[in-house]
Each structure stands twice: as structure tokens, then as C-alpha cells.
């Protein structure tokens, strides 16, 4: 069977993932932030991981949306680290986590308006330019609306078809988002330009109020969320499938369970599709 | 192109995230809103624990967390890597009313020693010359390991608790570095000398019959046998762990 399930390279599991006996992930995802500049114990194991798997890199810095100027001086460190690890895909999320000139380390949601959405496309074309290469980005998890004009799925929409960009389509935050703002999410994912995607996330989230998701990536995957996956990957061409898991690593026999359940999904619908990166 | 509108509505929300003073911003949810700023701060908080676990052994995590809400509401944090914030509260802490405010005068040099062993873990690696094992203590070039850092204390809580290192007032010189196999950072207490002889073999390179020429003269010393005898003990300690990495390579 082929592999498509790749999981992210978190301190917490590096050791099994290097081993490779209990998790087999086809490829593995870091966020460079967290590797940057780093030297000593975590990068010889980073070196070794990266011998043994192909690379996607997932930013969290970058802060597409938010009103603050893009800093290009590490962008500049980040298109190294792209380089150097021969990284295939590098992707970041359509938010922002700086604002008033501070770093706030988590991804607010951008208000869905039609300046906000200039403003990013044109920053999303200058940091292709800048890299030489398409980023994708991400549709986010959110909890609130702010001063909306337009619906999401028109902005998220907008933006990845008018910057040229490519999409990094994540299930499960189109799972959350339809739960938390009530609307359909297979109806959703077919309002997104399918045809720009170029990997997918996959992870677990925890429903904390009645009325409220939060994305966790500490949980399992749900089965509404494996349903959810397999109506999309009909409709889209093979791309890599990312795991997210950031915590809760007790059981990690049951990760490899979820790689495989990704991958049995992708098996059936992409049968005969060439699988494109990775 | 983005609106000043725009711009003030995603301000507001992150100045929420910072401070949790929640401010009018059109068309959101109360309710939920409040889980940024709960998710913001637990990113931050999480990070900080995990830095500075001796100092929350001694203040307590009620006052660690009052430290951490003051310093991330009115620090603009800068590094784009989290993992480099313990570096900005500790230079925070360095510029605060907290030693004085809460009586805790060991608190500045107990923040720089926890952060220096992150620091030293983290640093990008350094490389060194080629070493080999034949050479003479003294009139051959000794190889240190570069991955290191040497800082000076007012209170020796490297040594003591700070309750006792706060009555122990002085200079105090403390090397961190990192094992260039394991990766794993050890501390050494310095005296001033040893201190100035480790910075002096890493600047200028020569061999430590030359540096301790220079010492002589800056330390007034009278019996260099008796020296000689107490240094060669240190370097080959040192040697032992790895901190000098050998002779350089001929
Ligand atoms: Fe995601």
C-alpha cells in the first residue's frame, strides 16, 4: 500500500520516529521556528530524522495577517533552513500571532473583510517572491468571529486563488469551524479551490463547551473528521497527509493506527493517481 | 492598503491576548473570545515553567504566574522562536522593580542561571580545531570546547540555596558548556583566576605558560611552583570533562 501519512517531529516522540519501528510515518513536518539556530543534542537529532525522512516544514511565525511588516530578516533564515533540508513543501497559516509589535505565539483569527484580504494577498505574493517557491496556507481553527464582513469560506477562498498561493487544507479545522459557526462543512470544502491544494492536515480536537471546539492536537481523530477526510481526498489530487499530534504521547502504537487509517483512506481514493510531492 | 479601521480591530485583540483586559471589538464572541487569551497565555506560561523550574522550587507558581502577567502584558516579545523567551523575560526581569519589590535579591542571577543552561544546550554549534592527544600542559596550544559560556553571579545559588546564597554576597564565576557528544550541559564554579585564564586561553590563543606570565603580574602572585601545581590540577579536571578538548593538532 502506499504511504501518504506523514507526522510531525515533536522532542516527544523523536527517538520512535527515528527508530521507525512502532510509528512509520511516510515523511515528517517541523515547524523551523523550533529548529532554527539550534545547535547541540536536538539538532544532531534533527540531522538524523532528516537522513532517514523527506522534510515538509510548517511555519508559525510569519503572521500573514497581521498588520505588522513581515520580517524578512527571518524569512531570510527560514529560506535557508527550506534549503538546506531540501524542503518540499513550506506552509503557514492563514492568521496572524503578531500584533503592537509583540509576538503572541498562537494564530488569531484575521477579520474576514475585503482590505484585510488585499492586504494579505499582496503579502502573500511578496514572500513567493522572496522564497522563490509558493507557500501554502492554511485554513485556521477559530473561536470567534471579528468584525466579519464576508464569510469565511469566501475569504479563505479568495485569498489562496487571487495571491496564487497554494492551500494546506486542514479536515479537521473545517470540522471545528462548521461546528463552532454552524455551518456545513462538506459544503465548505467544496467552495475551496480544490485544485490548489497541496497538502492536507489531519488531527484530533476536543469539545470544551457546549457550543465549542477547540483544536487541540492532543486527541484522536474522530470518525466524522476520517468521513469528512475521505469526502475530500475524492475530490482532490494525492498530496501528503500530516498527522498533527502535539501532546498526550502515551500511546503511540495508536499513532501508527491513525497513520494507517490516513493511509487506507488515501489508498481507496487515489488509486490510480500519481502521488505528486513527497 | 489595510484599513486603520482594520488594523485597530486586530490590535485590540492582541493586546486582549497580552494583557486580558477585553475591549470592545465589533462582532465577536465574549464568551469564546476569552480562550485566546487563555491559550496565549498558557503557551507562554508553559514555556517559563519549563525554563525557570528552580526559581518556581523557591517563589512558588502563584507568584511565578503573577511575575509572568506582568511580564508578558508589558514586554513586546521579540523572538520569533519560543523558545528563546526565556532570554527576553530574564533581560526583562534584569530591567523590573522585582528584587526590590519582593525581597528576593538572589532572583536576577537565579533567572540568568537556568536560562544560561538553555542557552548553552540550544546554541548553534561551534566548530573547534583538531585535537590530538601528545602535547604539554603548558607550552603546547590547549583546545577548548567552544560551545560554551561563562557568566558572573552577585549570590552563589549555583552552590547554595538561595536562602544561604542570599547572605554570601561577592563575585562568582560560573562555566556552563556542552558536552560535545551527549549534548548534556555541566556547570563548573570558577574562581577568578581559573575564570580569567579560560577567557584569556580562548582570546588569545597562546599557550598557558603565556597567559600565566600575564596572570602573575595581574594577581600579584608570588609562587608560581605552587601555582603551576594548582593550575595543572584544573586543566587536567578540565580535560577529564571534556571541557578542553586536547592538544591542537601539529
Ligand atoms: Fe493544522
Redesign the interface.
Known sequence: MKKYAGIGFRRDIANEIIQGEIVKPSFIELAPENWIDMGGYWKKKLNEAASIYPVTCHGLSLSIGSPEDIDWEFLKKIKNFIDEYKVEVYSEHLSYTKSGNAHLYDLLPIPFREDALNHIVDRIKRVQDFLGRPIALENVSYYTPVAAEMSEAEFVSRIITESGCNMLLDVNNVYVNAFNHKYDAKSFLRKMPLDRVAYIHMAGHLQIEPDLIIDTHGEDIIDPVYDLFDFTTQMIKPVPVLLERDYNFNDIEKLQVELATIDRICSKNWINQHHAVA | ???PE??H???K???Y??TGILPD?????K???K??RR??FN??KN?LFQAFPIVIDVIGKVKFVQLIDEFFSR?????????K?PGEFYEYAKTSDWVEKYNMPWLIDLLLLEWIEIKV??????TAPETQIQGDLFTSHLVINP?FEIIKLSYPVHLDPVRAAEQKKGDYFVLAF?NRD???VRFLNLSVLHAFLIENMVKEKHSLEKILQNSIDRFSIEDITQLKTAIKIFIKDLMDQRFILGFLKQ
Request: some cysteine; aromatic content about 4%; charged content about 15%.
Open positions: 492598503m489595510l484599513l482594520t488594523r480591530i486586530q490590535t485583540l492582541g493586546d491576548c497580552k471589538i465589533p462582532g465577536i464572541n464568551k469564546h473570545v480562550h485566546y491559550l496565549v503557551v507562554v514555556n514586554h513586546h516579545a521579540q523572538t520569533s522562536q519560543i523558545w523567551l544546550h540550544t546554541m548553534p554549534d561551534r560551545d556542552r551527549t549534548g548534556a
